[in-house]
Structures are given as structure tokens and as C-alpha cells.
């Protein structure tokens, strides 16, 4: 089965950085969608960075956006989240999920949180002022 296991969690000051990894193991269909999510206590989970296509485009919440990339190496195996000029409002746990539905492939399919089967644990990411 598919196993995912987040690291490189910290508690950083605010503009501080950060690089998330994913490590995958068992069987992991190149056709996954793969991303990054974050939930804050009281909060719902929430995408932060996707990249539903290998080699394809990476797509990213209006939060995040211009702060964090996501990436990818060795296909599936291995998820990058690198985290800049970080703000307290970016402390969260984080995850990365998979999803083996073909419409997160879609636009409106790939922010549906529901649609990830696949999930680590979560690293969590503390930032301070």
C-alpha cells in the first residue's frame, strides 16, 4: 500500500524558511495527483501547493503563492515544499497527500481535500514573531 511520511517541520521566526519533504513507499501510480496541505487548530484542512500532473504544472493557494514551490524528484517517491518569507499565519500541521482520482486532475477537482486517499501525518510548522 501507499505510505507517505512528511519531515522538516520547525519552529521558525516570521521571514524565516523552510523545506518540507515527502517520502513515498509501496505503490505509487505515476498518474497520482500530489500536493501539500495545512490545517491550524479550529481550522478545516486546506491545499496549500498541488502538482496533480508529473512534470506538470504546480498550483498554489492565494496565500502561498510567491512564498512557497513545490517540487518533485524521482517521480513519486519524493515531495518538496520549500517555504519562504514565512509568516505566523503559516503555522499549521502539514501534509502531503496523493490522490488517485482521475478528476484531480481538474481544476476544480484538485482543491477538493476529500479527493486525497493518501495522507502522511503531518509535520507541523510553527512561526513566530
Known amino acids: 500500500q501507499v505510505q507517505l511520511q512528511e519531515s522538516g517541520g520547525a519552529s521558525v521566526q516570521t521571514g524565516g524558511s523552510l523545506r518540507l519533504s515527502c517520502s513515498g513507499s509501496?505503490?505509487?501510480?505515476?498518474?497520482?495527483?500530489m500536493g501539500w496541505f495545512r490545517q491550524a487548530p479550529g481550522r478545516e484542512r486546506e491545499a496549500v501547493a498541488l502538482i496533480p500532473e508529473e512534470g506538470g504544472t504546480a498550483y498554489y493557494a492565494d496565500s502561498v503563492e510567491g512564498r512557497f514551490t513545490i517540487s518533485q524528484y524521482n517521480g513519486k517517491t519524493a515531495l518538496y515544499l520549500q517555504m519562504d518569507s514565512l509568516k505566523p499565519e503559516d503555522t499549521a500541521m502539514y501534509y502531503c497527500?496523493?490522490?488517485?482520482?482521475?478528476?484531480?486532475?481538474?481544476?476544480?477537482?484538485?482543491?477538493?481535500?476529500?479527493?486525497?486517499?493518501?495522507w502522511g501525518q503531518g509535520t507541523q510548522v510553527t512561526v513566530s514573531s
Open positions: 509501496g505503490w505509487m501510480d505515476r498518474r497520482y495527483c
Open positions: 497527500a496523493a490522490s488517485s482520482a482521475s478528476s484531480c486532475r481538474t481544476y476544480g477537482g484538485m482543491w477538493h481535500v476529500p479527493l486525497y486517499n493518501y
